[in-house]
């Protein structure tokens, strides 16, 4: 994780909705090809990729960093459980 990351996280745990903005428009992409490949379609998957990011929102305050795990990697894991959760409620 890149410093100029860490100072976007510690702001956003602050509750400086910019910071978590910027944190937004970095991963978006790649969240966004993740919600597309696990539901197939674009509509549901901008509608998973904003759940996704609402909850990351939420829960910020208690994201703990890792030493092997970047943030990324706990918004994609985020990510993934919303996605299953999206297609058990889909059934």
Do not use: T
Not at 8 to 20: M, P, R, T, Y
Not at 41 to 67: C, G, M, S, T, W
């Amino acid at each position: 994780m890149d410093i100029e990351e860490e100072a976007l996280i510690e702001a956003a745990q602050k509750g400086h909705e910019e910071a978590f903005e910027k944190l937004y428009i970095r991963h978006r992409e790649a969240i966004a090809d993740l919600a597309f490949r696990y539901l197939g379609n674009f509509q549901d998957a901008e509608e998973l990729l904003q759940d996704i990011f609402v909850r990351a929102f939420k829960a910020i305050k208690h994201y703990r960093p890792l030493p092997d795990a970047r943030f990324f990697s706990w918004i994609y894991r985020i990510g993934i459980n919303c996605a299953l959760n999206f297609l058990r409620k889909k059934k």
